[in-house]
């Protein structure tokens, strides 16, 4: 039993998770961020578009600690 579901946590692990990748970029869009630049403006650096799909840049806006350092406001623009 103790195989069984050690097997089912493995092929679901990566439901819920976010990649190193991920984790990096949004450091780096929020310390962009501290130092005054724009959400939109930061979203269109290189650094940002070649580490992250834009399915993984979506996720990235749907991060709490990346909303709450950005602001709600700021996150909504962008996805307008």
Same mark, same amino acid.
């Given at each position: 039993? $103790?195989? !069984? &579901? &050690?097997?089912?946590? =493995? #092929?679901?692990?990566?439901?819920?998770?976010?990649? %190193? $990748?991920?984790?990096?970029?949004? $450091?780096?869009?929020?310390? @962009?961020?501290?130092?005054?630049? /724009? *959400?939109?403006?930061? #979203?269109?650096?290189?650094?940002?578009?070649?580490? !992250?799909?834009? %399915? %993984?840049?979506? /996720? !990235? *806006?749907? /991060?709490?600690?990346?909303?709450?350092?950005? =602001?709600? @406001?700021?996150? %909504?623009?962008?996805?307008?």
């Amino acid at each position: 039993m $103790a195989r !069984l &579901s &050690s097997f089912f946590r =493995g #092929l679901f692990s990566f439901l819920g998770t976010t990649s %190193q $990748a991920e984790d990096r970029v949004a $450091a780096y869009v929020m310390r @962009e961020h501290r130092r005054g630049r /724009r *959400l939109s403006e930061i #979203l269109d650096d290189a650094y940002v578009k070649n580490r !992250l799909t834009p %399915q %993984q840049c979506e /996720r !990235l *806006l749907d /991060r709490e600690d990346v909303i709450h350092a950005i =602001g709600h @406001e700021e996150v %909504q623009a962008v996805r307008t």
